[in-house]
């Protein structure tokens, strides 16, 4: 090979190692900046849990539950169905017969050249 290829295939070589180089630089200080700046959360004591089992507290969930559900299908906005665009004006018999109408003019203006 000539001495300006070796040269060039050097230079390319360098420098495809410096972009990757840096490229794996910035990884691993990304990397080392999210470990040293997380905050770690603690893990919660258990509370006591309320008794479930009781059937007035049951009843009081659910109607709980059932309040916040309807609240909330309240205030969600109805999605708007949009209508079916309308039929097209040309019928399969004359879309048939154009296409074959523009084919056979091609044809011929390829012919002509």
Do not use: C
């Not at 900046?33 to 659910?62: G, H, I």
């Not at 665009?85 to 296409?99: E, H």
């Amino acid at each position: 090979m000539s001495e300006n290829l070796l040269i060039a295939l050097q230079i390319t070589l360098i420098g495809m190692s410096l972009v990757f180089g840096v490229i794996v630089v910035l990884w691993l200080m990304m990397s080392l900046l999210v470990r040293l700046t997380t905050q770690r959360e603690k893990p919660l004591k258990e509370a006591a849990a309320p008794n479930l089992a009781d059937p007035s507290n049951l009843k009081r969930r659910a109607a709980i539950a059932a309040v916040s559900v309807a609240l909330a299908h309240e205030l969600t906005p109805q999605l708007h169905e949009f209508p079916e665009p309308p039929t097209s004006m040309v019928s399969a018999w004359q879309a048939i017969q154009r296409s074959r109408y523009l084919t056979q003019r091609s044809l011929q203006r390829r012919l002509r050249r």
